[in-house]
């Protein structure tokens, strides 16, 4: 009799080890190109893209999963955006609703916490600054390049370092890609690297105001949250996938 109720107790644990081990922890990767884990997550937590290659168990509504093709000789996999241009459709508050395999880009410190990432002048080529959630735009990250999802695509320009003192570099938004550097996702997290710039940290960023007070985006050359330049703020900034760019 005490046999058969230990063998019980040991059924029991393995079907809740079994449960367990089918949903991914919060925050969790649950799925991306190449994963083969598990991609359920707990209750009231979805498989949210974060990149083509990283989904994450997050709360709040699922994003669809970005679809992908095959591009170049190479035979590379670059993801694609299902609806191409600038998103039309607006939630309440101002911010557009997220369009499949995109991401909007945001601060998640002080001064600037939830600060999102955007062109100077809505839209256009011009500088890379954080500003209000109603105002958020949508990107992507695809062969190195950080593409701002407006009409016509926008792509990240990190301005080339002219000498060694130089501790910080410019960025702004171009018509045309960029022929230097690399743009990355590192988690939700995102970086860029250039095999000509040293730097110690690929994630460490600056938010420098300029005199209207635009929270300017830099390249930080230095380590993260050490000799920081005058006026400015260290920052990492991370893709958000929920449905609306939210404070």
């Known amino acids: 009799?005490?046999?058969?109720?230990?063998?019980?107790?040991?059924?029991?644990?393995?079907?809740?080890?079994?449960?367990?081990?089918?949903?991914?922890?919060?925050?969790?990767?649950?799925?991306?190109?190449?994963?083969?884990?598990?991609?359920?997550?707990?209750?009231?937590?979805?498989?949210?893209?974060?990149?083509?290659?990283?989904?994450?168990?997050?709360?709040?509504?699922?994003?669809?999963?970005?679809?992908?093709?095959?591009?170049?000789?190479?035979?590379?996999?670059?993801?694609?955006?299902?609806?191409?241009?600038?998103?039309?459709?607006?939630a309440s508050g101002g911010s557009s609703t997220l369009l499949p395999g995109n991401s909007f880009i945001r601060a998640v410190e002080d001064p600037n916490f939830h600060k999102y990432l955007r062109s100077e002048v809505i839209g256009t080529a011009s500088d890379a600054v954080l500003g209000e959630p109603s105002d958020a735009s949508q990107f992507v990250i695809t062969d190195g390049?950080?593409?701002?999802?407006?009409?016509?695509?926008?792509?990240?320009?990190?301005?080339?370092?002219?000498?060694?003192?130089?501790?910080?570099?410019k960025v702004t938004w171009s018509e045309t890609p960029a022929t230097s550097g690399t743009f990355m996702w590192s988690g939700d997290t995102v970086e860029w690297s250039d095999p000509n710039v040293e730097r110690p940290q690929d994630n460490a960023w600056l938010i420098c105001p300029d005199e209207d007070g635009n929270k300017d985006l830099y390249?930080?050359?230095?380590?993260?949250?050490?000799?920081?330049?005058?006026?400015?703020a260290d920052e990492t900034i991370h893709a958000y996938t929920g449905s609306t760019a939210t404070a």
């Open 1 to 90: 009799m005490h046999s058969r109720a230990k063998n019980t107790l040991v059924l029991v644990s393995v079907g809740v080890a079994s449960t367990w081990a089918q949903t991914a922890p919060q925050y969790g990767q649950c799925g991306g190109i190449g994963w083969t884990g598990v991609t359920e997550c707990p209750s009231g937590w979805a498989c949210s893209v974060v990149n083509p290659y990283y989904s994450q168990c997050l709360q709040g509504a699922a994003t669809t999963p970005a679809p992908t093709s095959t591009v170049g000789s190479s035979g590379g996999s670059t993801a694609v955006p299902s609806t191409g241009g600038s998103p039309t459709s607006t």
């Open 145 to 169: 390049q950080l593409v701002q999802q407006v009409d016509p695509l926008l792509y990240a320009i990190v301005e080339p370092r002219a000498n060694d003192t130089v501790v910080k570099l």
């Open 219 to 232: 390249v930080n050359l230095g380590p993260y949250d050490y000799n920081t330049p005058p006026g400015c």
